[in-house]
């Protein structure tokens, strides 16, 4: 919020995580407790308003619980828009879209040229939400990891070699900068603002 970001989306946790082992994936269930419990309070009190996004299949009652009171109670702030992907995939994403899509047109709540770009985009998880003007991938990997497969089609990437629990504000900071140096031309031969 201190630099003026209004929208920051965290990947924590893949829907290709539950082939991990059972311990890991217990501990990494065990960070959202954990998270939820210890930072909630004061998250809302900051103004930050928390989205979920992935499916809901699979995950236990009490993280479901956890997770919609954590919407719920932080619906109406506005400082700045923090959307957890959790048990997320982009590919299972773009899936239930057009899932969703495909029993709208049966329905006969769409016809096939209704499908637009940005029809589509209104049937993902993250719709009403803008597209990443930045990625930053940490733990020197330089893959998406199946992560907003749709959304980051004209993201800046900025990969850094440290793993997530050592990623500092100063390294933050240094990944924004190297954005603002960026020319962005989403496909076109000059510089178009993203305002």
Do not use: C
């Not at 939820?36 to 996004?53: F, M, P, Q, S, T």
């Not at 893959?143 to 997530?164: G, I, K, P, T």
Request: hydrophobic share 40%; net charge negative.
């Amino acid at each position: 919020m201190e630099l003026g970001i209004t929208h920051l989306t965290l990947f924590s946790f893949s829907s290709e995580n539950w082939s991990r082992p059972e311990q890991e994936i217990y501990d990494l269930f065990g960070l959202l407790r954990r998270f939820i419990r210890r930072d909630l309070a004061e998250l809302h009190k900051n103004g930050v308003k928390i989205r979920v996004v992935g499916s809901r299949n699979g995950l236990e009652d009490d993280i479901l619980r956890m997770l919609d009171d954590a919407v719920e109670l932080t619906k109406d702030n506005t400082a700045l828009n923090l959307t957890i992907a959790f048990n997320y995939g982009g590919r299972d994403e773009i899936a239930r879209a057009a899932q969703r899509i495909a029993e709208d047109a049966k329905d006969g709540i769409l016809v096939p040229e209704d499908v637009t770009q940005d029809r589509f985009a209104s049937y993902l998880d993250t719709a009403g939400l803008p597209d990443p003007d930045l990625l930053i991938r940490t733990s020197g990997e330089l893959r998406l990891s199946n992560f907003l497969l749709w959304q980051l089609a004209y993201a800046e990437f900025v990969f850094v070699d440290v793993y997530w629990p050592d990623f500092t504000k100063e390294l933050f900071e240094a990944a924004i900068s190297e954005y603002q140096r960026r020319n962005r031309r989403f496909g076109g031969r000059s510089a178009r603002s993203t305002a």
